[in-house]
C-alpha cells in the first residue's frame, strides 16, 4: 500500500482501536484537544517547529506540505500566541491538506469550525505572532509527550490524538483490524448476556 493508503485504512478506526493494535502506545496527551467537533482524520505528518510567538515556519508549510499531509507543530514553548488560525484551516481546506496538531494555541474558533477542517490544540487564546523567524520543518519533533517524525501517520477523532511511526504503518493496518474483530465480538457478547468480567477473563469473586 501507498502512504496514502495506509493513512486511508487506519482513518476507519477509532483511535483507542489504534491505541490497542499498537501496543499501547502512541497517545498524545490529554492537554492536546479537539477545537472542532465531529472531524475525524488520518494524515502523514509534515512536521513544523516554531520559533516562540512566530509563525513563518507554518506559513511556509501551508505552502510545502502535499495533499494528505497534517501540520503537527511545535510551537516552541508558547502558551498565549496561537500558532493557527482561521485563514489556515482556509488554506488547508483549498489544498487538501488534512488538518493541525499543536501544543500550542489556536484562535478564530468561529471560523474554524465553519471550515471544518481538523485542528487539535493545547489552549485557544486571541494572540496572534510575529513573521520574522523561518523557524524549523521537516524535522522530528515533540508534541503531546509524543516524538513525532515527518511520514509518521497521526489519527484524531474525539477521543485524542495516536501517532504511528511510518515504518509501522502497513502491519498496523492489519493489526488494527483484528482488534477491531475483537472489540466488535465483546459487545455482541455482551448484548447476548455475558458478563463482561467472564468475557475478558476475570476471576471469579469469592
Sequence with gaps: MT???IAETLGRYPTATIYEAAGKSGDMGPEIRPIVDNAPFCGIAYTVRTFPSDTTAVIRALDDAPAGSVLVIDAGGTDRAAV????SSLVCSMRG????VTNGCVRDT???RKVGISVYAAGIAPRGTLKNH????GLPISVGGVSVSPGDYVIGDSDGIIVVPAADGAALCE???QQRDKEEGCDARVRDGESLASIIGLAELE
Aim: aromatic share 10%.
Design 175 to 177: 493489526r488494527a483490524q
Design 84 to 87: 493557527w488560525g482561521g485563514t
Design 134 to 137: 523561518e523557524g524549523w520543518r
Design 97 to 100: 491538506l488534512v488538518g493541525c
Design 110 to 112: 468561529d471560523d474554524l
Design 3 to 5: 502512504p496514502l493508503q
